[in-house]
Structure formats: C-alpha cells, structure tokens
C-alpha cells in the first residue's frame, strides 16, 4: 500500500469549489494578506521513499531546529508541524521585513503496513527525514523455493 497525502483542510475547501474566479480571488486575497502583514504560511517540500522493509519521508526545512517541529500520529494518519516566529534581539530594529513566520502542516495517510511504534524522525543540514518501518508482514521476503516430494 502506497503512502497519500492528505490536503490540508484549509486546501480540500478550495478545491470543492468548481467556481475557479471564487478560487483566484481567495488565493489573491490571502496572498495580499500576507504581504500586507509580512507574514506566510509555507508548504514544505517532500520526497517520499519505498524500501523493502521501510517507507520515508524526506521533508526539506532549511533553518529551523529540530525542536521546532511537531510530529504526531493519530488514527493512522502522521502530522508534522512548524510554527516558528523570528524575533529580532532587544535593541534592533528592521529596516526591511520579508518574512516574520515560517508555519506549516502536513498530513500523510500511513497504510496498515506501518509499524507506528517504530517510527523516528531526524533533523540534519535543514532536512527532517521520517523513517517509517514496515511490519515484519508486510516486508518483502525472498522468493521461496518449494521441493516436490
């Protein structure tokens, strides 16, 4: 069974609607918005990887640490969040201000063949990588070969 990705909810509203100018004015609204306030919401990148005995989610987040992220498993679906907001030190002010949040979610579907107590995450160089193993089942195993007696 292959991984899917769930849409954000926000997104699965979007694409409900058949009216593609109610969609453009909305996504033009919300891209003014968050000019205006000097603010973004992001979706991060994702490569998603089939082993024999493991899936993985490679998830590109170039700084950030690896305490700002928020993994969670609920009824087989995994979420990883960020919600991170750089302030300046006391003192310092801006003189030009392109970003203020770096937040996002993303949601998977795992298959039954996931064993969700197993699962680790890691952060290095700026790429969160989930290691999902599969159940001892569910791995590929070598061809056996049957003697006829």
């Given at each position: 069974m292959k991984l899917m990705i769930f849409p954000r909810k926000q997104e699965?509203?979007?694409t409900t609607q058949h009216n593609?100018?109610?969609?453009?004015?909305r996504m033009m609204s919300e891209m003014m918005s968050n000019f205006l306030s000097g603010s973004s919401a992001t979706v991060a990148a994702v490569?998603?990887?089939?082993?024999?005995?493991?899936?993985?989610?490679?998830?590109?987040?170039?700084?950030?640490?690896?305490?700002?992220?928020?993994?969670?498993?609920?009824?087989?679906?995994?979420t990883i969040s960020v919600n991170k907001e750089w302030k300046l030190e006391e003192g310092h002010e801006f003189r030009r201000r392109e970003f203020a949040y770096y937040n996002f979610e993303?949601?998977?579907?795992?298959?039954?063949?996931?064993?969700?107590?197993?699962?680790?995450?890691?952060?290095?160089?700026?790429?969160?990588?989930?290691?999902?193993p599969k159940k001892e089942e569910a791995k590929e195993q070598a061809p056996k070969k049957i003697e006829i007696k």
């Open positions: 699965q509203k979007e593609p100018l109610t969609v453009f004015d490569n998603i990887v089939e082993a024999p005995d493991h899936y993985r989610i490679e998830m590109a987040a170039p700084g950030l640490e690896k305490n700002d992220f928020e993994l969670k498993v609920d009824q087989g679906v995994l993303r949601s998977f579907s795992l298959p039954d063949t996931v064993n969700v107590d197993k699962i680790k995450a890691t952060y290095k160089n700026g790429i969160l990588t989930v290691a999902l």
